[in-house]
């Protein structure tokens, strides 16, 4: 059976702040560009179409996101399954130089859609198009220097963005920047963080609701739990604290119920009340958002693939608790080796996010696979794993939607309304009360 994968991959500029993302994706056993044999392309195309007709919605949702379309999919209207104002229509060679496709793109650019063109070069057909499109994407690895510069400071000039894409090393992103890009993409840019989050930084409104949570009369330790788990710091925080001298017992904590048990409700206030004071007027700025978003992500994703994952030494809500940690060396500025050894998560945990070793390793690395569009790790990482491969993008898909509408609801301002409204279930499962 082909293995069909779609993800999303973070485009920033040189601030670090996301500009968007572009939707990669790949089935048949091979990328959907123009440079696959015709009769595939259709069978690509038919793919892709079916996929997004159902999955618009969640591909898209909150992002200006930039997608390659082949000749077919234009053909196909599949542009207009979006919101003008959320996608970018790429295109490629295999586009410009087809007889009827830039009719397509002309039609789609008349209709208030935005135009980027992949690899631009030096040639008459592309600077054509320079009236059309409002970016260029440039790839470090096949486009010399000179050409990129050349080609920044004319695109500049025309008021063009310029996105120099495919940057894995720090030499990569340095060298973007000199050339002043607008934008970069790339493993590198994808995982770069511009300076460290604060120490314990935390979602703000999630903060709130948690410390209307343990005054009620009669507090909810579920509820409790919950919002807890949603934060990777504050997962780690009451943790660590339960697992102090001060509370020693013979058996650790190592599950947030096992730790808020432990503490009790009374020591519990009195660090919400104290973490409080010690936060108060910081702004979350960009960077620790990201990182917050990614770890939620992970832990979400981490945990609906232990559905699927076979032999599995480890259980869902820890393969959680692993999403979730991998992020913490970015938010508490200290190496994830020293940050591991204050909580007791298991072995294979720590193994896993410090050397990638044994099951939950693998679990991690196709996490970390899928979010670099590493379509053939991510096969065999699957396969090793007993995932069966087709879900892999469905599943990725809803833990993204899962994450986006918590978000949504973590970020907003704390109403009188939030404090008596259910709080969303870890892994974005349904609470009891809603089913």
């Not at 089935?27 to 392309?41: I, K, L, R, W, Y």
């Not at 809500?317 to 940690?325: C, H, K, T, V």
């Not at 065999?380 to 994450?403: D, H, K, W």
């Amino acid at each position: 059976m082909s293995n069909k994968y779609i993800v999303r991959q973070p485009i920033k500029d040189a601030q670090g702040k996301i500009w968007g993302h572009e939707i990669l994706y790949h089935g048949e056993n091979q990328a959907f560009t123009g440079d696959v044999a015709s009769q595939n392309e259709y069978a690509a195309a038919d793919t892709i179409y079916s996929f997004l007709t159902q999955n618009s919605t969640k591909a898209l949702r909150g992002s200006l996101n930039f997608m390659t379309f082949t000749t077919i999919l234009l053909m196909k209207k599949t542009p207009r399954l979006f919101d003008r104002s959320e996608l970018v229509i790429q295109i490629d060679d295999s586009v410009i130089i087809h007889p009827l496709s830039m009719h397509f793109v002309q039609q789609y650019v008349k209709e208030g859609y935005r135009i980027a063109v992949n690899e631009f070069q030096f040639a008459p057909r592309y600077l054509a198009l320079l009236d059309t499109i409002d970016y260029i994407k440039l790839n470090i690895k096949t486009t010399a220097d000179t050409a990129m510069k050349n080609t920044i400071e004319i695109g500049h000039s025309m008021n063009k963005k310029c996105i120099i894409t495919n940057i894995d090393s720090e030499a990569d992103y340095q060298k973007a920047i000199s050339l002043g890009a607008d934008a970069m993409e790339g493993t590198f840019v994808a995982e770069r963080l511009m300076t460290k989050a604060h120490s314990g930084a935390y979602l703000q409104s999630n903060f709130f609701r948690l410390m209307v949570a343990v005054t009620q009369d009669d507090p909810d330790i579920d509820e409790i739990e919950r919002l807890i788990s949603m934060d990777a710091s504050l997962s780690y925080g009451v943790l660590k604290m339960a697992n102090s001298v001060y509370f020693a017992l013979r058996h650790r904590a190592t599950t947030i119920h096992q730790a808020i048990v432990t503490l009790g409700l009374g020591q519990l206030k009195q660090w919400i009340y104290l973490l409080s004071a010690s936060n108060a007027g910081q702004e979350m700025d960009a960077s620790t958002e990201e990182f917050l978003k990614l770890s939620f992500m992970r832990a979400n994703f981490c945990s609906e693939l232990m559905k699927y994952a076979k032999d599995m030494p480890i259980s869902k809500s820890e393969a959680y608790l692993m999403g979730m940690f991998s992020t913490l060396n970015h938010l508490i500025d200290a190496p994830l080796e020293e940050i591991l050894e204050e909580v007791p998560v298991s072995d294979e945990i720590k193994a896993a996010l410090l050397r990638k070793e044994g099951r939950c390793g693998q679990l991690y690395e196709l996490v970390l696979s899928y979010e670099a569009g590493n379509w053939n790790e991510i096969t065999r990482l699957a396969e090793e794993l007993g995932i069966p491969n087709q879900i892999l993008t469905s599943v990725y898909f809803i833990c993204m939607e899962n994450v986006n509408v918590l978000w949504e609801q973590l970020t907003n301002a704390y109403s009188e309304q939030d404090a008596s409204a259910p709080a969303p279930a870890e892994n974005g499962e349904a609470s009891e009360e809603s089913k």
